[in-house]
Nanobody, 123 residues
């Protein structure tokens, strides 16, 4: 049984940094694609970054490229989303998700989801 849990959300000032953690169980990291998504109330869930399990390459959305970084622990069970230089459009609920088949980067293509963690950007 695959389980995903995000943590690390909170309040961050514009220009500040925050690191989110994606803790997983029940999945073998090398077999699954993993991604981070963001959802703002009233808007569709959008991809922040998607990891290709086959070659480890990472797709970042244009809005976060150069500011956000996805990484993982060597144990293969934990992923991170390092968010630097947070912008006013950065707040929302951030989700970690995984899927066996891919690589894909659309939320409707992901099978397993965490409950999300809230990020607020405010001075």
């Amino acid at each position: 049984q695959v389980q995903i849990a995000e943590s690390g959300g909170g309040l961050v000032q514009p220009g500040g940094s925050l690191r989110l953690t994606c803790s997983t169980s029940g999945l073998i990291w090398d077999y699954y694609h993993v991604a981070w998504f963001r959802q703002v109330p009233g808007k569709e869930r959008e991809a922040v970054g998607c990891v290709n399990k086959s070659d480890g390459s990472i797709f970042y959305s244009d809005s976060v490229k150069g500011r956000f970084t996805i990484s993982r622990d060597n144990d293969g069970k934990t992923a991170y989303l390092q968010m630097d230089d947070m912008k006013p459009d950065g707040p929302g609920v951030y989700y970690c998700a995984s899927v066996l088949y891919g690589p894909v980067c659309r939320p409707e293509e992901y099978e397993y989801w965490g409950q999300g963690t809230q990020v607020t950007v405010s001075s």
